[in-house]
């Protein structure tokens, strides 16, 4: 069964600031994953997904990810954090048989 | 392209009270999803549908929740006796294809005194 570990719960960067937000997840083959965020009283929206190919994949609002096989890792970025990033980050691996499982978000805090 | 659809958005309730929620996927999307959502945790997969067949439900506690999909399209989601643990957000996403990713609604915040 697969597994996602989002080992910081909470991380607070100044604005301006790069970002790194960090996954690691457990499948047997390579897996789909996804980088979804969550704003106060919203649901998720999708950022960012992998399914194939090229290991650096770039999402909405300048969000970026890369997926390290060796690593199990699936690491999102941001060069330049805003103020309005400021959300939960969720990250999710899904499984060939339907089966979605996210991880337990990381808090983001943007400092001005 | 509408998204996907839910009711109520806010429930508050009596514990040993029942409640149901509703889900309208995105037209087409044959794979559906409730995800509870507790405060400060991730989505945590209660049930999931292809079409109107259950894939697995393995999380789910069937002495109290239950689901349907009736037709495959929209399904309802009852609890039944309610406890205050239940106090949560439910999120429906659907999918349309494998890959794919989920699109959610809005949720479905539920409040148990």
């Given at each position: ?60 609002k ?18 330049s ?32 | ?29 044959a ?26 439900d ?31 957000v ?24």
């Amino acid at each position: 069964a697969q597994s996602v570990t989002q080992p910081d719960i909470h991380i607070t960067v100044s604005e301006g600031a790069s970002l790194e937000l960090r996954c690691n997840y457990s499948y047997g083959a390579t897996p789909y994953l996804f980088w979804y965020v969550q704003s106060p009283g919203q649901g998720l929206q999708l950022l960012l997904k992998y399914f194939s190919g090229d290991t650096l994949v770039q999402g909405i609002k300048g969000f970026e990810a890369e997926f390290k096989r060796s690593q199990s890792s699936f690491n999102l970025r941001k060069p330049s954090v805003h103020w309005s990033d400021a959300a939960e980050y969720f990250c999710a691996v899904g499984a060939g048989t339907y089966k979605y499982i996210f991880g337990t978000g990381t808090r983001l805090k943007v400092l001005a | 392209e509408a998204g996907v659809a839910q009711s109520p958005r806010y429930k508050i309730i009596e514990k040993r009270q029942s409640v149901a929620f509703w889900c309208n996927p995105i037209s087409g999307h044959a794979t559906l999803y409730w995800y509870q959502q507790i405060l400060g945790q991730g989505p945590k997969l209660l049930i999931q549908f292809q079409n109107n067949g259950v894939v697995d439900d393995s999380q789910l506690p069937k002495d109290r929740f239950s689901a349907e999909r009736l037709k495959g399209v929209d399904s309802t989601l009852k609890i039944q006796p309610a406890k205050l643990e239940d106090s949560a957000v439910y999120l429906c996403a659907s999918r349309w294809g494998t890959p794919g990713e989920l699109f959610f609604g809005e949720g479905s915040r539920l409040t148990v005194l």
